[in-house]
């Protein structure tokens, strides 16, 4: 599997951004998605996970309410709705794929996409 995201960009605080996450192959829907985001000079963090089906989702405290996660596996696409952004959720926001759900660590993950900034001004 194959994973390219995109839709980061520069936007204000209190703004929106979808990002998207288009996969290649047709074996998409057998895995869990999740979205992962790394600021400078900190770990990768989890943000949101999403089930084969997309019928179950997941996401760290920090984002919950204001994110939404959701799929199209007639499209082979996972999203990341981000609403009322923060300055703090300023990162490099990965796409990735697990065999399991409800997975919140990187080495869960086996497939990565390669990244898609997101700055969030005050």
Do not use: H
């Not at 194959?2 to 209190?14: D, E, F, H, I, T």
């Not at 204001?66 to 696409?77: G, V, Y």
């Not at 981000?82 to 759900?101: G, I, Q």
């Amino acid at each position: 599997v194959q994973l390219q995201a995109s839709g980061g960009g520069l936007v204000q605080a209190g703004d929106s951004l979808r990002l998207s996450c288009a996969a290649s192959g047709r074996t998409f829907r057998t895995y869990a998605m999740g979205w992962f985001r790394q600021a400078p000079g900190k770990e990768r963090e989890f943000v949101a996970c999403i089930s084969g089906s997309g019928g179950s989702t997941y996401y760290t405290d920090s984002v919950k309410g204001r994110f939404t996660i959701s799929r199209d596996n007639a499209k082979n696409t996972v999203y990341l709705q981000m609403n009322s952004l923060k300055p703090e959720d300023t990162a490099v926001y990965y796409c990735a794929a697990a065999r399991d759900y409800r997975r919140t660590e990187s080495r869960d993950y086996i497939y990565w996409g390669q990244g898609t900034q997101v700055t969030v001004s005050s």
